[in-house]
């Protein structure tokens, strides 16, 4: 139980169900201002307290779970990330090791059967045909506040434990739900930011923990300087704002090589990616194909609509080859695999292959 509407009316729901449950608040160890909690934080001590109340509310057991340590791993892997000139996915990464693994490693010490949260996506375990027993999961109903992407890198065990209550409703529901029922956090605004940087500036988080950063010149693609920049940091693949060079149309970060301190800038046409390398696969209530290959909708990103491919599974790692090239694939973001509505499993983009994208191309891009 985050605090928020979602994780409360979750919980309402499994009870409701007559579910014996235990809320659980995880304390991530990072100190959050008054200022900063009030732009929505998900850890703050507000957030505990909406937590507790709601549980007490639903005559329920709750604790909160010190995971300062995991968090802390979380953390380093975001810095680290940004030093190696990839682009970091927290989120996914929380909820691998701490939302379900973590946190499954604690119900069993209560004796419990699985976890529940509040995301908006939906497991369903058929009872026959080639799935049967298998969990399968498929985006949440409301569009527009899918997770089932950040669920790519889930174990399959893991989440046949787990219950997601939402998955089958829109927002506008769970809010009316929790006005019905008189929840407290009924109107309390969404989590927005990533829950350690709570100011949504993770500039300010490198500079805090004193990340060394690589300063060097920005250039073109033909490698005419255009100027100089703090550290390669500071940018990630697509970003078009921020890097202060106006040169009458918008330039996109197209290649970070933080060794040399150098950021490549280009067109949005020279922005898009024809192919990548992903390692960690991880399936999910599929069996590798015999061939070794198959076609799937792949999302680069939260915010990216599926687009069409052929993956070619390797052991642990896949080369996926888009139907048309995509903008902004970037490295060390998660690539999730769907075969329509239904999340196949995905992994780490470790490299991708240039590609010009056709001009005008948007069929699959934000």
Known sequence: MSGGVDSSVAASLMVREGIDVVGLFMRNGVEVSGEESSKKSCCSVGDARDARMVAASLSIPFQAVDLKAEFGRVIAYFLEEYGRGRTPNPCAICNRDLKFSRLLAFADE??????ATGHYARLEVPSEGPDRGRVVVRRGVDTTK???????????????????PLGGMKKSEVRALAERHGIRTA??????????VPSNDYKQLLAERGVELHPGRLVDTSGNDLGEHRGTEHFTIGQRRGHGVAVGEPLYVVEIRTQEGVVVLGSREECGARSMRIDEVNLIGIDRPSSGELRADVQVRYHHRAAPATVTLDGGEAEIVFDVPQLAVAPG??????????LLGGGWIAATTSATLPEGATAANP
Do not use: M, N, P
Not at 146 to 164: G, H, I, K, N
Not at 187 to 196: G, L, P
Not at 333 to 342: E, K, N
């Open 146 to 164: 899918d997770q089932s992407y950040q669920l790519f890198c889930v174990a399959e065990d893991d989440l046949a434990r787990t219950r997601l």
């Open 110 to 115: 209560l004796s419990a059967e699985g976890v």
């Open 333 to 342: 973001q998660g690539a999730a695999l769907y075969d329509g509505d239904r």
């Open 187 to 196: 109107k309390k605004a969404d989590s927005q930011e990533i829950c350690f």
